[in-house]
């Protein structure tokens, strides 16, 4: 483990900080370093004076992460009230990456500005860039105009949409970058009717997930290589839970991990599961839908860190 004791950023700076704690699914070992900086500036310096062989790994609100029993061997970035901030500006809403993407979609929708595919989102604003994050037919491609990032090696740099090569639940985002900011261009919209359409939307999500399950959102990606539009003209041949639901997995049980009852696509801690649970069960979900169906699922929780003994 690298000493970085003699490191004295204004940002707190953690040795052996135990992870499950600060992801949805609570599992994990701990991270050798966890580096929570004051702000951008702070970050940078930090990257700067880390030596070039030290890991970095950003880390969200862990909303879509499984860290595994061995934990991780790296210095886990994670951004806090500094990076949270939402600012509306005629058609523009720019969000800090630590800011909820709830919590943009609503204060957008007071402003008048539609930003609401965000609303059922799990996470904040800078995993939801990184994935791409989207639902109902919308995604983060469709409305990013730039990104601001503090590179591995301590440059503040902004990115154009072209340059992160957007995919479906993919970006290109620099190796060790950390992501700080987001400036989404965004249509307006009656502040009534776009509070109606994320209640109604929330009560589609509740009516259909486990939310109330301790869960890291979709375990696998679709096959079909988009995202539920929730219109009534919506196929699911190639949907990851209409696969897993084929090959009779709807329920299956791993020690204290689950595939969830109410959605099949679904991976849930349902009774104090170690990582190896959770990431045991999405392989086995996995192999037995590759012989049932011939397609091979790819895992859309991000499983990261070293096994445990």
Request: charge should be negative; proline fraction near 5%.
């Amino acid at each position: 483990m690298t000493n970085l004791s003699s490191y004295t950023p204004r940002g707190a700076l953690t040795q052996n900080r135990p992870l499950a704690d600060l992801t949805w699914l609570r599992v994990g070992g701990p991270a050798d370093w966890l580096f929570q900086p004051a702000d951008a500036d702070d970050l940078a310096d930090f990257l700067r004076g880390l030596p070039d062989d030290v890991a970095v790994f950003p880390m969200g609100v862990g909303s879509n992460l499984i860290v595994r029993d061995g934990g991780l061997r790296a210095v886990v970035i994670r951004l806090g009230r500094g990076f949270n901030a939402i600012e509306i500006e005629g058609a523009q809403v720019t969000a800090g990456a630590a800011a909820l993407d709830a919590h943009v979609a609503r204060r957008a929708a007071e402003a008048g500005r539609d930003l609401t595919f965000l609303r059922t989102i799990p996470g904040s604003i800078g995993g939801a860039v990184v994935m791409n994050a989207g639902c109902y037919g919308a995604y983060v491609a469709d409305h990013l105009i730039s990104a601001r990032a503090v590179t591995r090696s301590g440059e503040i740099v902004t990115f154009p949409p072209a340059e992160l090569d957007f995919g479906y639940r993919h970006s290109d985002l620099p190796e060790g970058a950390v992501l700080i900011e987001a400036v989404f261009r965004t249509d307006p919209g009656d502040p009534a009717a776009l509070a109606t359409r994320m209640n109604d939307q929330l009560a589609r999500r509740d009516a259909s997930q486990p939310t109330k399950e301790r869960s890291a959102g979709s375990t696998f990606r679709n096959p079909a290589g988009f995202s539920s539009t929730g219109r009534e003209d919506d196929v699911h041949d190639l949907k990851a839970w209409k696969l897993i639901d084929d090959a009779g997995l709807r329920g299956a049980r791993l020690g204290g991990a689950q595939m969830s009852e109410k959605h099949s696509n679904f991976l849930i801690n349902a009774e104090q599961a170690s990582a190896a649970d959770l990431e045991n069960l999405g392989e086995e979900v996995r192999k037995k839908v590759l012989h049932n169906s011939g397609i091979s699922l790819e895992w859309e929780i991000k499983r990261v860190g070293e096994f445990g003994t």
